[in-house]
């Protein structure tokens, strides 16, 4: 799987169980206020098994994400949670390094491991494109990580082209910008 589809199942993994109970509540209302819209039997189905098809792609994703989780270290497992589930308090960790170099490496590998294990467990760039991405919170979600991945690797090159040149190059560099 595609490593920004799999940073976006992550994101979503601990919000999961919201949308699922929203999805539920919209097909409950859907259903019973059926009585009062006048649009045909057949287009309010489809619109209350639009929502039931959410459903089970967000089950799907959702025991995928905890099988997969399930093969990390406990490290990895706090690092996971850290900068995408945040189910842990703030104090568990107090004593993090979260700003080495290490800690984005890590994050890097198991992003990729995370995209690698998921493909086996069934999903793949095919099915999220084609699931996943029918759901409007994972599509928004998707787009946040892909503007975040951007901006990051701007970030990166910009600090490639400053380094290596003296403070004065660096500032007349800035400077014509």
């Known amino acids: 799987m595609n490593v920004y589809y799999a940073k976006t199942v992550l994101y979503a993994y601990p919000l999961v169980e919201k949308i699922m109970e929203e999805l539920d509540e919209i097909v409950l209302r859907k259903a019973l206020s059926s009585i009062?819209?006048?649009?045909?039997?057949?287009?309010?189905?489809?619109?209350?098994?639009?929502?039931t098809a959410q459903k089970d792609t967000l089950i799907k994703l959702k025991i995928a994400c905890e099988n997969?989780?399930?093969?990390f270290n406990q490290k990895d497992k706090d690092c996971l949670d850290y900068k995408y589930f945040k189910?842990?308090?703030?104090?568990y960790y107090k004593d993090f390094d979260y700003t080495g170099r290490t800690y984005f490496r890590r994050q890097t590998l198991i992003a990729k491991r995370f995209s690698h294990l998921i493909e086996q467990e069934g999903l793949d760039d095919k099915w999220f494109?084609?699931?996943?991405?029918?759901?409007?919170f994972i599509k928004q979600l998707y787009k946040r990580v892909l503007l975040h991945e951007k901006s990051m690797v701007k970030?990166?090159?910009?600090?490639?082209?400053?380094?290596?040149?003296?403070?004065?190059?660096?500032?007349?560099?800035?400077?014509?910008?």
């Open 87 to 91: 189910q842990k308090p703030k104090e």
């Open 129 to 136: 494109q084609e699931k996943c991405l029918t759901i409007n």
């Open 155 to 177: 970030n990166s090159v910009s600090k490639k082209k400053v380094t290596g040149k003296s403070n004065v190059q660096a500032v007349a560099i800035k400077k014509t910008a």
């Open 68 to 71: 997969v989780v399930e093969n």
């Open 36 to 51: 009062n819209d006048c649009s045909p039997c057949l287009e309010q189905a489809e619109k209350i098994l639009s929502f």
